[in-house]
């Protein structure tokens, strides 16, 4: 083998590696989003815990009507906080990641007047951000 051959091979070589490469990465991204939410979740576990919250399971639903209880008069939904929007969706990530699928979202159309145009329903919208953002396949 010449020195041109070598060359020729290791660049082959090279460009076989672009595509497990990329898939690695990509494992690690999401094994780091999951242990980011992980922990965000059982930091806020730990908060209402020590709060005096004493349920057996613990959902985000869970979690906001505890708050919310605690909040007394004027309690405020998740949503009317700053940033839920951003915890939403990376909630909505993490499920996907999660269970790999999106068993309970329904990507149906909404009804409307005319058939020519259906826009997409509310939970739809979010599935199709969640797709959108959530590609490891390669």
Known sequence: MDYED???NSIVAGVKRIKPYKKVIK?????FFHQMMANIDAVCLRVISHMGYQEDDYTKKQ?????QGRQGENAK???QYQGYFIYDRANLVWNFLKH???TIITLKPAPCQNNLTKP???VAKKA?????YVIFSI
């Open 27 to 31: 494992a690690l991204y999401a094994q």
């Open 77 to 79: 939904s998740f949503r």
């Open 128 to 132: 199709h951000f969640a797709k959108k």
């Open 120 to 122: 997409l329903t509310a």
């Open 63 to 67: 979690f906001d009507t505890y708050i």
């Open 100 to 102: 790999n699928s999106f």
């Open 6 to 8: 070598a060359i020729a």
